[in-house]
């Protein structure tokens, strides 16, 4: 009978702590947040999209600058091989042979940069994004937050994106009217 009270009491002090463990952790709030879509929606996002895109625009058009060269120098030499002595055609060949080297090095050089530039402002969006996820947690008491990324089920009432892209637009609306009175 001692033994039989001993194991109920102990059954009762442990379905009391799991009980409470249950209710702390229905208190405790986690959110999520979806990285790649505040970069695709937000102001500030956009803009360095906008700004990415441009800068590959002007090296694309300057790629295609130095191929059309590239390619009106090669029908030049076809065209004119015939007619040329053997030291001139070497010469333009060897010309061609450069201006492609060039063009194959310049891609590179530009794709390198392309990507250091989005790193860069990527990263310091990144940045931003994390500190206002913090603000969030702090201010709504979450215990966690997360990238979507790092979670492979979550329903969406703890996803906190909009409030992150809310927040996040209201800050950019702010800093660039900042920088536009700065301008002025």
Known sequence: ???????????????????????????????IIDFQKVLRESEAGKS???????????????????????EELDKQLSRDSMVM????????????????RSFQSKRGEYQSRLREMESELVGKLQDEIFSIAEEIGREEGYLLIIER?????????????????KKYNDRFEGQSSDQEKGED
């Open 1 to 31: 009978m001692k033994v039989m009270m001993k194991v109920f009491g102990a059954i009762l002090v442990s379905m009391t702590l799991a009980g409470a463990s249950a209710s702390a952790a229905d208190v405790a709030r986690i959110g």
């Open 48 to 70: 360095v999209q906008r700004e990415i895109q441009k800068e590959g625009q002007e090296m694309e058009a300057d790629l295609q600058k130095l191929a059309r060269e590239i």
């Open 85 to 100: 002595d053997q030291d001139k055609r070497r010469e333009r060949q060897q010309e061609l042979e450069d201006k492609k």
């Open 149 to 165: 990324s790092a979670a492979i089920y979550y329903p969406d009432s703890i996803d906190i994106t909009d409030k992150v892209i």
